[in-house]
Each structure stands twice: as C-alpha cells, then as structure tokens.
C-alpha cells in the first residue's frame, strides 16, 4: 500500500479505504474492486431490510447469549488450507442442533476482502467471518471504525463442557491476549499453530540427511541438497512473502530474545536496525542464494507440490502444511518439522525454540443481522466437540485444552507434538502488527522478497522496513496499538 501515500489525494484516498475498514491488500486479485469501492461517489447504499439485528432470545444456561431461537445466522469461512467441511459438518450442524429453528447459511470463498467489503459498504454484513488468507481484511481496520463485536461476553461465558468454568479457561495460555486490538479482545484465535521448516522426513532418511542445527550447517546441507538436483530451501514470492519474512523474525527472536517481536509490535524506534534482525536477515539472505529466482513467480501450492514430488528439501511453513497438501502427497511423503537453525553460539534462545501460538483469526461483525448467534458459534468451535471435530477434518490442533486426546496424529501433527515437548518453555512469542498494521505488512512482504531474491542487502532491509515502521509511527490517521507480553 505504500504507493498510496504522497499526494493529498492519496491520502485521502487512503483514508477513505480506511474508514469502511478495508485497507487490506489493494494489490491483486480484488484490486478492482477495492478501488471502486473506496473512491465511488455518493452516500453508502442503505442495508436492506434484513439487515435489522434480530430481536433476542431469552438468556438461560443454554443460551447465555440470549440467541434468537429462529434467527439465522450466515457464515463466511475462508475456503483454504483447513478447507471448509470443519464449518459444513461439524460447526454448523452443532449449532443447528442447539437451534433448530434457524436457518444457517454458508459461504466458502478464498477472497474475503473482494467478498464481503462491499457488504461491508453496504450494512449487510454476515455474523461469522474466518478472515484469513491473502485476501484478508485489516482487522486493525476494521475495529478501529466499530466494525468488530467485542468478544470479552465470549471469553467470559460458561464453556459448553464445564459450566463451572468460562471459555477463556478451557484455551491455552495467550489464546485470548493473542486476538487483542487496543487493549480489548477482538479476534477468535482458533488454531494452534508451530512454525519452522517442514521436510519430507523419508527423503532425508534415504539420502542419510538431517535437518540442520546452526545456518553453517544450514549451507552444508544446501550444498549436498543442490548436488542431489533439490532446491534447499524455497518459499513463493507471488503470494506467500510472509512465510519467509516469519523466519526472518523468528531467528531474530532466537538471537536477541522474545522483546525484539514485542518492540517489532509496538513501534519501537530503531527496532529493525538491531543488529538481531541484521544478522537474521544476512542469514537467511545467504541461504536463499540457493533458490531460483524463478520462485518468486510462484504461489505457495505450486512450491509445496514441488516439495510434493522431492524436489524442495526445507519449506518454510505452518503446521496447517500438511493437511493443505493431503491430495497431492504421496504416501511415501512424511511430514516432519524442524526448527529454524541456531544463528550465533550465543543466541538467547536454543536451536529446539519454534513459534508456537494460537493463529487464524475468527470475527463477528458489531453490525450483524444475528450478533449474538456468531458470539454463540464461537462458543459452540470452542467446545471440545467442536474443537475436536475441527481437528478430524482439517487436520489441525485447535486451542482447546485437551480437544485432541486420544486421536490418532499424521506425521506431520506427530512431528509437531515431538517438537512442542522439545521446546518446552523456549517458545518465540506471537506477531500482532499483521492484524494491527495492515500497510505496513504488506510493505514487509516486498521488501522480503526484495531481500530473498537478491535485490537489497540486509542492511538495505532493515533500513527501509525502519522506514516504514516510522511512517506508520508518525502517521496519525492510524491507531497505534501496544502490547507487554
């Protein structure tokens, strides 16, 4: 977005975007529309007569939402990855059961902003939206213009399991802190996720590799990879500059600690001139010199299905990988996941520390038709049923404590526990500037690439991403957000 900025116009226009809350990634698929939308004349087209917010049920035990019996509820999942049948199966007809009066309606699309931003223009919004993806909307944005229900009366609510309990205690540690704007919970973070490289642990075992420890290690390896003909290392530079950059800051965080990722978050001035992100973005620098420049070119599934057929040793990832790839795995492909290698002997967190933390992020609009029945839908995911349910189908571990006991784990979930007991405590924190700071993380996306495929040095990086962590300091038309922890 930083092409926005400049002229008055720009600015306004910029703001404008802003001000219907939908400043995520004018580049693009939904690039028409978005700006169609946000430069066209004339008031907002009034919602229609549906869109008046249902009238209530009474409160009970039950129902401690007070959820209109009759009222139906639309949902909006984005349809990638975790697929959608999680919703269609298990979610919904949950609800369905507890409400079988509603009518629920589904809708599956891999662009949420393009989808819903002129529903969003308009009033007529949905009552559930999974806002993940490319195409995402700025969440950031969103609240800051009261277009996010507050979810304080979700984490607060008796759990569906036990009663006795509320639903902020039947989640993992950071659950909750991880989804809040200005200081207040805004987001529903429901899986939880480890990051690191992914490989195929048959093809290390047959060629007699293991993954590696330090990056010295890291450019060994590359070179016997490379003389084996498999590309070392790889990510997708079209759509998926992101992966690499969370590398990036999760080396940074090994070598200085987890509070480089909080200044990151806040703003601090000079944060990405430390000599922490100088040296991760050098390291990882040097490894994508063993990467065609080709790769940029790509999108992630097309890298993924070359690592598919043994043609990428490491891919940079979530633990979402393997279950986004099960119909283009063969079966002699194992999913395993490895941690991002040590950078210096003197790194404040040991080679085992991954990025463990609760991701993708569940909303419901303050402007919905049936409010209450999306609070009461994020309760029904945050059962252990529905929680477990959503493991079964997507292939993923949901924050809920203990949802997934006693399941039969993939290799690449087995992987992930093994890595889980092995890092213990040493867990590189959470980023909140992707949901807070919408522009600022798509420039980090172009500079990433610029960086990985050769263009800028590190320094180059860190110099201009300080650039445009300033901008966004000092521009007022954004609200700044803080975290402690």
């Known amino acids: 977005m930083s092409n926005l900025a400049g002229t008055p116009g720009d600015i306004t226009r910029r703001q404008m975007l802003r001000r219907i809350g939908m400043t995520a990634l004018i580049a693009g698929p939904g690039a028409g529309l978005l700006t169609a939308c946000a430069t066209g004349g004339g008031a907002a087209p009034a919602a229609p007569a549906s869109a008046a917010p249902s009238a209530g049920g009474a409160v009970s035990a039950k129902n401690p939402f007070g959820v209109a019996a009759d009222a139906p509820l639309e949902v909006v999942i984005f349809k990638g990855g975790l697929g959608d049948s999680y919703a269609t199966e298990v979610h919904e007809p949950l609800y369905k059961k507890a409400f079988p009066q509603a009518q629920v309606k589904h809708v599956a699309t891999q662009q949420i902003a393009q989808t819903l931003q002129p529903r969003f223009a308009g009033g007529d919004v949905p009552d559930m939206i999974a806002n993940s993806g490319t195409d995402l909307m700025d969440n950031g944005a969103l609240q800051q213009e009261g277009q996010l229900l507050e979810l304080t009366e979700l984490w607060d609510a008796p759990s569906i399991d036990d009663p006795s309990k509320k639903v902020r205690d039947m989640v993992a540690p950071g659950t909750v802190e991880s989804g809040l704007i200005s200081g207040k919970p805004y987001l529903m973070n429901y899986v939880f996720s480890a990051y690191g490289l992914w490989y195929d642990s048959a093809l290390f075992e047959k060629n007699g590799w293991t993954p590696p420890k330090t990056f010295e290690e890291f450019k060994t390896f590359a070179e016997k990879a490379k003389a084996a003909g498999i590309t070392p290392f790889a990510y997708a530079g079209k759509n998926a500059a992101y992966y690499a950059y969370w590398m990036i800051l999760i080396s ?27 040296q991760s973005a050098a390291a990882w620098a040097e490894i994508a010199k063993y990467m065609d420049k080709s790769f940029e070119g790509l999108i992630h599934t097309e890298v993924q299905l070359r690592q598919n057929q043994g043609k990428v040793a490491l ?16 079966e002699t492909f194992k999913y395993a996941l490895t941690p991002t290698p040590s950078v210096t002997a003197a790194d404040k967190l040991p080679f085992e520390a991954i990025r463990a933390a609760a991701g993708e992020a569940y909303i419901v609009p303050a402007k919905a038709k049936n409010p209450k029945g999306g609070l009461e839908y994020l309760r029904i995911m945050l059962s252990k049923e529905g929680a477990r349910g959503f493991t079964e189908k997507s292939g993923n571990i949901t924050v809920v404590t203990g949802a997934a006991d006693g399941l039969e784990l993939s290799p690449g979930n087995a992987s992930l526990s093994a890595a889980q007991t092995a890092a213990g405590q040493n867990i590189v924190t959470f980023s909140s500037f992707e949901n807070w700071y919408k522009e600022f993380e798509t420039e980090l996306r172009k500079q990433t690439n610029a960086l990985m495929f050769g263009r800028i040095s590190a320094d180059e990086f860190c110099e201009k991403m300080q650039k445009a962590a300033d901008k966004t300091k000092s521009d007022s038309s954004i609200t700044k957000q803080n975290r402690t922890v």
């Open 252 to 278: 940074a965080a090994k070598i200085e600690g987890n509070q480089i990722l909080v200044d990151v978050d806040n703003l601090v001035d000079g944060v990405w001139q430390r000599d922490a992100m100088k």
């Open 315 to 330: 891919y940079p990832s979530g633990s979402w990988l393997e279950n986004e790839q099960k119909a283009q795995t063969p």
